[in-house]
């Protein structure tokens, strides 16, 4: 019954928050078409991500007048994050503009798999955001793929280090038990060479379980976790899956402050769904939670009070929200960005590309943007496509996320030497050359 439950607060949040999916395109504009999913069990976090995404964009038009006078237009498919539906969106998406999409979105790891050879031969950039496949963060070998601000070895690794000072340092992580609770997907599998080799530098054990998707049975996972008797459990959850995890643990006994969920496991449509289990859980953030930003306080004047958008007024500065409004920022930013070498007019997504691989987001220009504090700085160049790689960790007080550290980093050494280890094998796989783009 709490399964059930579960399942159909997450179909209800999707359905309240649906949106128009098309913003008339019209020459002249810079059109985004946006790789989205509002239904299904994973539906309430896209919702809550691309309602944040398209409110963004609303207010660049109503506020600014465009990007440097250049309106944007936008349309969203449907992928119901399926990798096939969201291979067939990027197809129709690709032809609706001259100039083509400005960047695609996929919000899904999956997605982003599917697409990395075909943007790459329509010369559309892909952007993951704290998602996706991680050695992409090598740029030379993966120029049109960018996993910007953090990638999920970032987050692997900022995660053991939390748990490490949580013990009282690394030392005392030596015969440590950590389990990781992961949804069986390409996603859920992306930390494990990371992990495994945390765990063998660390000297603590590790043990992976696998959650079937969408992941709202848990009961023999929980089982293996109560035999195995972790001293801390990672939940890379999605959707559904994360609040069941929490309400599982609490039927198990096993204690809350003790579990931490990477970014895309720590929202409120998780602890919310999850009730009075989630008090206590940590969770690694991208980005902070909340309305007293200044980018929140414009979206409000010159879009929602407006009508210009269907955004619920309780999703508002909420965790994916918020983060929905941190992509669009990156995506206009890289616009602005390749107009000041190449003119004020619609990009295409070749001068994008260039753009993103420019990105200089410093603390100043974050503050003028609204988002000071929001995200850390990001700087993009071609043999880091990734950033800063900061991350920051919340934890749920059993109404509201609450800062539980300052913007850390994991061992930056360690993912740099395994990136660019990947990446070389996939140069070498796929005959690629290794180097950066020229200039448009």
């Known amino acids: 019954m709490k399964n059930t439950r579960l399942t159909i607060i997450g179909l209800l949040l999707a359905a309240a928050l649906l949106a ?16 989205g999913y509002r239904v299904g069990p994973y539906g309430a976090n896209g919702a809550a991500f691309f309602s944040g995404f398209i409110d963004y964009l609303h207010l660049v038009n109503e506020r600014d007048g465009g990007v440097n006078g250049v309106k944007l237009s936008w349309e969203e498919c449907e992928t ?96 440590k038990k950590i389990v990781l609770l992961y949804h069986d997907s390409a996603y859920g599998k992306e930390p494990h060479p990371v992990l495994e080799a945390e765990a063998k530098k660390l000297r603590f054990e590790l043990k992976m379980i696998p959650v079937p998707h969408p992941g709202n049975e848990q009961q023999a996972q929980w089982l293996q976790i109560r035999q195995f008797r972790p001293d801390w459990v990672i939940v890379w959850g999605w959707g559904v899956m994360t609040a069941t995890s929490l309400s599982t643990a609490q039927k198990m006994g096993f204690p809350r402050d003790r579990m931490v969920g990477n970014w895309w496991a720590g929202s409120e449509i998780d602890t919310e769904a999850a009730g009075g289990a989630a008090a206590g859980y940590y969770a690694a953030s991208l980005n902070l939670a909340g309305r007293d930003f200044p980018v929140v306080r414009d979206v409000q004047k010159h879009v929602l009070d407006k009508g210009k958008s269907q955004t619920p007024a309780k999703t508002v500065g909420s965790v994916l929200w918020n983060r929905g409004l941190a992509a669009a920022m990156m995506t206009v930013e890289a616009v602005r960005t390749a107009q000041a070498k190449l003119g004020k007019k619609p990009m295409t997504g070749a001068q994008v590309r260039w753009g993103i691989e420019n990105l200089d987001i410093d603390a100043k220009r974050l503050n003028q943007l609204g988002f000071g504090g929001m995200v850390p700085p990001l700087e993009v160049s071609c043999t880091d496509h990734g950033g800063s790689g900061l991350v920051r960790f919340q934890q749920w007080d059993g109404r509201q996320w609450k800062a539980a550290s300052e913007w850390v980093s994991g061992d930056r050494a360690l993912v740099r030497r395994m990136v660019e280890d990947s990446a070389a094998k996939y140069a070498a796989e796929k005959g690629i050359r290794p180097g950066c783009l020229a200039a448009p």
């Open 20 to 35: 128009p999916a098309t913003h008339a395109q019209q020459a002249g504009t810079q059109f985004i078409g946006i790789t």
């Open 80 to 175: 119901e994050y399926n990798n096939t539906k969201g291979v067939e969106c990027y197809e129709r998406l690709k032809t609706r503009s001259a100039t083509g999409p400005t960047a695609i979105h996929p919000m899904s790891t999956g997605i982003t798999y599917a697409l990395i050879d075909k943007t790459a031969a329509d010369r559309i950039p892909l952007i993951s955001f704290g998602y996706g496949r991680t050695d992409s963060v090598d740029g030379r070998v993966f120029p049109w793929l960018f996993p910007l601000v953090s990638n999920y070895w970032d987050a692997a690794t900022a995660i053991v280090k939390f748990i490490a000072d949580r013990e009282g340092g690394e030392a005392r992580l030596a015969r």
